[in-house]
């Protein structure tokens, strides 16, 4: 699991995380009342945020 660095794999690169977080959105605008809705845009912020969006 943990090489000898510290260094961090991206997960995503910036283009996926950018449709990811546009899926994102547009899943916290149909679920706008519901956790669902909540909790899916606080992960796009969070991606937009890391991307410098």
Do not use: C, K, Y
């Not at 916290?28 to 669902?36: D, I, K, V």
């Amino acid at each position: 699991m943990a090489s000898g660095g510290d260094e961090r794999q991206a997960l995503l690169e910036p283009g996926e995380a950018e449709a990811v977080a546009s899926l994102l959105d547009e899943l916290s605008a149909r679920h706008r009342e519901q956790p669902l809705g909540t909790l899916a845009r606080e992960l796009a912020v969070r991606l937009n945020d890391r991307l410098g969006i």
